[in-house]
């Protein structure tokens, strides 16, 4: 159930020394072929690291041979010296696997401003490409953790092909991308103009959707690589379906793994004039910290989610919405309906239905619970 399940990829996580506690804290996944397509997303913030200045380069093209992902370090705002480091651990992978290093995608995670030490990295380099085999999948998902309490894999199974997937991240999940590292591999025989698209309509319903905290890293990527090695070229319906069911599954792993959270929460606004209204009316409550503390209190308060729809563009009128929180319609026609204290927020999964009344479309954003856990974790570690 790891990245190295499609045929024609191989892994590795290994030890280079970055983290103090000793842990594997560098991972390679290695494109055998024969075929070499690709097809990358970045993060959307303007202030993007080392990795991902050197990664946009690398992945014009559509060909990419293999990524390595180090954490321990974002190797962002770390000078010209730190974008050397990366160009060196993308030699360095080339020279070990005889291709080129500008077929290399180069990923960083941790605190900002960290300097990675570069010969501990060229060895941990190293040491990833003598250890590389079908089996290390999962070593490279322990490999890529920061504050991760669990590592993530995911397998979609085609007909006679697969998708195999790996992330990280527990916080500061918001779009475009969640704080979080992911590497895609597929044995279909995809070209790289189809995987892009499948990519990109995948990311948009998934990461793009999950929203812990509002806040948007510098390092975020998300790459896919096709070996093409079942020999099957699945129609781009098919393996768009399957891309995107991949994705998602890491999505409600990245969630569920959510820095500090009781509560997983899916904000879903129902008969929306548009789909992009509805994202926008769910994320607006997801970016609430009143709405967020409430859950986290087990208070269903159903004001909160009104007072941030209203923060929106959206059509609607503001004298008729209808608001349902675990399934108990808590609010209709912006008013009063079902008692709230019928609503059972001690599980760990909550729901939120938004009903509109303008249109047809709709959209779920998740999100998590400000609590306590959450501020005294990340008021000391920033990524």
């Not at 393996?239 to 879903?268: N, P, R, S, V, Y």
């Not at 026609?333 to 001690?346: G, I, K, M």
Request: charged share 20%; with cysteine; glycine share 10%.
């Amino acid at each position: 159930m790891t990245v190295t399940t499609p045929r024609g990829f191989t892994a590795a996580g290994v030890a280079a020394g970055l983290k103090s506690t000793g842990a594997k804290d560098l991972a390679l996944v290695v494109n055998q072929g024969p075929t070499f397509d690709s097809a990358t997303v970045f993060t959307a913030n303007r202030c993007k690291a080392n990795p991902v200045l050197w990664s946009q380069e690398v992945v014009k093209d559509g060909v990419v041979r293999a990524v390595v992902l180090n954490s321990g370090g974002a190797n962002c705002y770390t000078g010209p010296e730190g974008f050397q480091t990366t160009h060196a651990v993308a030699e360095k992978v080339a020279e070990g696997l005889g291709i080129g290093a500008i077929d290399v995608v180069v990923c960083s995670t941790g605190l900002i401003g960290l300097a990675n030490d570069r010969d501990d990295l060229l060895a941990g380099v190293e040491a990833a490409t003598a250890a590389l085999s079908t089996g290390g999948g999962g070593q490279a998902a322990e490999a890529i953790m920061t504050t991760d309490s669990v590592s993530k894999n995911t397998v979609v199974e085609g007909a006679g092909w697969s998708i195999g997937g790996m992330a990280k991240g527990a916080g500061m999940l918001a779009p475009q991308l969640a704080t979080m590292l992911v590497v895609l591999t597929t044995d279909a025989v995809v070209p790289a103009a189809d995987l892009d698209a499948a990519l990109r309509a995948a990311t948009r319903v998934s990461f793009d959707r999950l929203d812990s905290d509002g806040c948007m890293s510098t390092n975020d990527t998300v790459t896919v690589m096709a070996s093409g090695a079942s020999g099957i070229t699945p129609t781009p319906e098919d393996f768009a379906a399957a891309l995107t069911q991949a994705c998602t599954d890491l999505a409600m792993q990245l969630l569920k793994d959510a820095e500090g959270a009781d509560h997983e929460i899916a904000i879903t606004t129902v008969h929306a004039a548009s789909e992009e209204e509805a994202v926008e009316v769910s994320r607006s409550v997801a970016r609430s910290n009143l709405f967020k503390a409430a859950v986290f209190g087990n208070d269903p308060n159903w004001g909160r989610v009104l007072a941030s729809i209203g923060t929106t563009q959206a059509q609607f009128d503001p004298a008729d919405l209808d608001v349902a929180m675990n399934g108990v319609w808590v609010c209709r026609q912006s008013t009063p309906a079902e008692d709230p204290a019928s609503v059972d927020l001690t599980g760990r999964e909550v729901t939120v239905t938004i009903d509109l009344k303008s249109g047809d479309a709709r959209a779920t954003v998740w999100t998590n619970d400000l609590t306590h856990a959450y501020v005294h974790e990340n008021s000391a570690y920033s990524s």
